[in-house]
């Protein structure tokens, strides 16, 4: 009796234990029931129909569509955003298919959905995750209230080039940076409870390494090893996974010859059993079929048949899987069981929106919530954050009582609609607020403002408006040049090779200063571009990426210094496009720059053969870029001092204790971005010169000094080493906080 009370005991205790750990992995018992009866009513056709993934951008009711959906071969929709059409669709899922399963609505909430915030790249520029968490909060009540309960955001594709158009939409090129804001968009999403109404599934995309496209261009293969995989391009989305992400999506890249959408390793070996995900994965748009001319399937059966085997659970757009799953099946080409596990991933995903029991959407809801007073406030705060004051020779923040006539000018002063960035489907450039009505809103009694837009659009070469601008220049105390990009030269498929600014903005502005007045030049653009010569004629540079809805509002409040400047990059700035990649995490080299190189017009003429210089760096250009990672002015100025480690020696389960003081030197109140950043100095493999381990938003008063304190794990300074093993490994740490990647002095420290 009492052995069989054991058993009894111990079979309770490991099935407690059991559940316990699945629920923490993203199963939940109730669920899983659910899925199993619903599962086991189902055929063959409608799983597939599970699979299947339609977009459709209508303001109709479509019969076809509408049919696809009561014949259970259509399970989830993207693009509908009437709130009426979305009930309508749900209620022919419900009402009208066999087993009344509802269908998921997707949409590419990017940044924002009504009240468009700036583009995630400028998100990141503010090293505020409670921010951009609330930012995300934002898009999806604005979201939800028209039905859509799923998002393709965000993108956690580390990029080190800036030519990628797609770098606007992701957090730069830092892991730890994009890890951080990843994991803050994912609960603003997500919320508390998925189920709640107002939440959406977040998507984490694209699954991997997209950001590494061969030359910037969009689409292109990859070739990143498994250790640089692990160690840069990885981190962010498992960091998601953790955080709650419901759903993955694969990226159009080949890496090392293997499509995403086909590569086992990835979407298996390591998304299933290595981070035990319990989502579902989406293959990106037709990346199913893409698998043809990749040259990586013969036809669209093969290539339904990799990317099942691959572990893609739902397909977007190709209709492989609809068109051919059931062949395949029939022919014992594929299992099933990858069929049952795929549509168990998409109906989990389901239930945990909570779609089964709330499936509809109050059709009035968005009426409150679009453009919400508190949205609109926090996306303003958002672009104040964000913008990068990268040059400033004193002449900002501008006097409103001094400043007597203010010329307001460049192409995208008054380009509502080109301010608010790539991934805007839902955003309305009637609400934009422009620089130009800004200044005339907020400052236009204190200030007379004149406008004169000297060229028509980013990329207008016409002069003949420079001329007048000049001319207008001449009547003004100050000069405002905003330039930049239109939205539609960055975001997906909109690669550049050269990064100078498009048409004849450098012009505009060279000829602007050669009025002889102060010139503030502010540039709204996607990604980095190359301002040297920006710099030199400008009195102040201030880079303000496509800030979104309420650009001009936070602009006009920087300039006038009613707001100061805190953003702080996270991308490197190159000189030329010819320098990249430059990114500030790289490896170390067996001949580093020195600073004291022989650069190419010191070249002795008939110089003998020599390894001149004798490190890593171009005789034309160097390799400092313009503007580092983590660099940014404000309008007062901050000195770190008495950086002090608790110890010197560490194990390997220790958490460092740092203190360092952080002054605010100048004579205004402002906030610094303090950084810490960690180089290695030995290891298996050799180790990039800095990594970002740790920033922190400190907000001080002039002449106030805050002694910070900070603890980062020892297990913190983990990489994938030679045995391909997660380790800290022991030996000595350079250790910097400082307020960018490049100041600073290190701190030895040592582990064992
Ligand atoms: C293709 C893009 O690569 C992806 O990011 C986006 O979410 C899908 N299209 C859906 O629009």
Redesign the pocket.
Known sequence: MIQLKKIFLILVCTSVMWSCAQEKNGFDREIERKIDRLVKKMTLEEKIGQMNLI?FFNSNIDQQLADGIRNGQVGSL??VVDPALVNEYQRIAIEESRLGIPLII???V?HGFKTVFPIPLGLAATFNPGLIEQGARVAAIEATSTGVRWT??P?LDISRDPRWG?IA?GFGEDTYLTSVMGMAMVRGYQGDDPADPTAMAA?V??FAG?GAAEGGRDYNSTFIPERVLRNVYLPPFIAAIQEGALTV?T??NDNDGIPSTGNRFLLRDILRDEWDFTGFVVS??T?IYEMIPHGFASDASHASQLALEAGVDMD??SFTYVSHLGELAAEGKISEKWIDQAVRNILRVKFKLGLFDNPYVDEQMHKQVFYAPEHLELARKSVVESAVLLSNDGTLPLDASKTKTLLITGPMADAPYEQLGT?IFDGEEQRTVTPLTAFRQLYGNAVRILYEPGLAFSRDKNPAGIRKAVAAARKADAVIVIVGEESILSG?AHCLADLNLQGAQSELIASLASSGKPVITVVMAGRPLTLSREKECSNALLFAFHPGTMGGTAIADLIFGKEVPSGKLPVTFPVSSGQIPVYYNHNRTGRPFLGNETFIDDIPLKAGQTSLGNTSFYLDQGIAPQFPFGFGLSYTSFAYTNIHLDKVLYGKKDTISLTFDLTNTGKRSGTEVAQLYVCDKTGSVTRPVKELKKFERITLEPGETRTVMWTLPVNDLAFWNLQMEKVVEPGQFDLWVAGDSVSGDPVLFEVY
């Open positions: 977009s993207i693009n997707g949409r590419d990017i393709f955001s993108m797609r939409e998507c995309k694209h997209y999506m990226s159009f990106d748009w990346s977007m757009m991934w997906e």
